[in-house]
């Protein structure tokens, strides 16, 4: 079965970096876009970024600027480069992949990233 398991998390001080990670396994078609989403206690999931097959970006309001997302389609794996990191910034972070072909969409377990002032 497909599994997507994030890394890469973890705790850093306000205007640290953190660099995550998230790789797919398993038998997966074709991915269309790879994208990250957060959610902090007491608040919905929420966009943060995504990347599709051709390399075209986009990226939430409070992340352009400070993030940066890129892929490696072949390896079926995507990251989130994160500076200038903020408390506000606190949540577990959660990698998205989505076929068109399939017309499935694959989440990962989430990871931790906490910020501290």
Known sequence: QV???E???????TGGS????????????SINTMGWYRQAPGKEREYVASITRVGTT??????????????????????LQ??????????????????????AAYWGQGTQVTVSA
């Open 3 to 5: 599994q997507l398991v």
């Open 7 to 13: 890394s890469g998390g973890g705790l850093v001080q």
């Open 18 to 29: 953190l660099r995550l990670s998230c790789a797919a396994s398993g038998s997966i078609a």
């Open 58 to 79: 986009g990226y939430a309001d409070s992340a352009k600027g400070r993030f940066t997302i890129t892929s490696d389609n072949a390896k079926n794996t995507v990251y």
């Open 82 to 103: 994160m500076n200038s990191l903020k408390p506000e910034d606190t949540a577990v972070y959660y990698c998205n992949m989505y076929s068109v072909a399939s017309n």
